[in-house]
């Protein structure tokens, strides 16, 4: 009887500490999603009522005015085209050549491999607004200043280093005898890294570049500062919104809740791969 009373009070101790993680998993779930779920309840709410000293927690009506309102403002699809044109290209240009500098920090002994290592990581400890002016003079001496080019290559200066560093965890953890074993079944050094150690690097892949798509997406600064008005992306133009006279919130957050659409197609499409990537990657680094 006692084995059973014991093993009843530890059940009822697991229970409330399971539902104690439950509850603080609610909290910290409600306090991340409430500017989203506040974005998107302004975006389709009357104009008046979001600028309501006491605003209501609930909708208090819905409209589509704020969404024609946003388009009205200022060109929507040119900077949007040309976020996503510079988003890609951050991307696909990263992925390459991170991958490649991932796979010959992790699978080849050469000398200052370790600096090339610390390395990596000081740049990353670098603020990013330090950079603007040597990265905006060093633009206007290539002719980059104001061209989506520049951006580019600024932007993969802030993204390669953590692509770099994320591919290597992901190619370390897989265990370099696959590639020998392919590459005494006839297997070229580059046929058994294509067959064999590619596919097992699908969900850091991806997972590196959805982090990849997100930085260049948000980026607000340098797009400010390195694009005219004719040239801007996205981000700069919410900035549309804030006037001489005041800022328009409701139409605001109209268009920040179109701009998180590519975010939340693209998330949508990759989940499965970009939870499996995140927890493989924590593994050993």
């Known amino acids: 009887m006692s084995a059973i009373a014991s093993m009843g009070r530890r ?8 539902a104690g993680w439950n509850i603080l998993g609610l909290l910290v ?49 040119g900077p949007v085209g040309r976020s996503l044109i510079v988003s890609l290209t951050v991307v696909v ?11 010959a920090i992790s699978r080849f002994a050469f000398r200052g491999r370790k600096i090339v290592i610390v390395g990596i990581l000081a740049v990353q400890m670098v603020p990013l607004v330090a950079m603007i002016i040597p990265v905006f003079l060093l633009l206007n001496d290539l002719g ?3 061209k989506l080019s520049g951006l580019i290559l600024t932007y993969l200066t802030f993204i390669l280093p953590f692509t770099v560093w994320t591919l290597r965890g992901f190619i370390v953890n897989i ?13 070229s050094r580059t046929g058994a890294f294509v067959r064999v150690v590619f596919p097992l690097l699908a969900p850091g892949l991806v997972a590196t570049s959805v982090y990849g798509f997100i930085q260049a997406w948000n980026e607000y600064l340098y797009a400010l500062m ?22 328009e919130y409701a139409p605001m957050m109209a268009g920040a809740t179109m701009m998180a659409v590519p975010i939340v197609v ?20």
């Open 11 to 18: 059940r009822n101790r697991q229970g409330r500490s399971k």
């Open 29 to 77: 779930f409600l306090v991340a999603g409430f500017p989203v779920y506040w974005m998107i309840n302004t975006a389709f709410k009357p104009a008046k009522d979001a600028i309501d000293p006491d605003p209501s927690l609930l909708p208090t009506g819905v409209t589509l005015s704020n969404f024609d309102r946003a388009l009205e403002i200022a060109d929507f699809w």
């Open 93 to 103: 240009i990263g992925i390459v050549v991170g991958l490649l500098a991932a796979l």
């Open 144 to 146: 980059q200043y104001d």
């Open 175 to 187: 265990p370099k005898e696959l590639e020998e074993a392919a590459m005494v079944d006839g297997c």
């Open 226 to 247: 390195l694009l005219s008005q004719e040239k801007q992306t996205a981000t700069v133009w919410l900035g549309n919104f804030t006037t001489k006279h005041g800022t």
């Open 266 to 285: 693209l998330f949508l499409l990759v989940q499965r791969k970009m939870a499996a990537g995140l927890t493989a990657g924590a593994v050993k680094g």
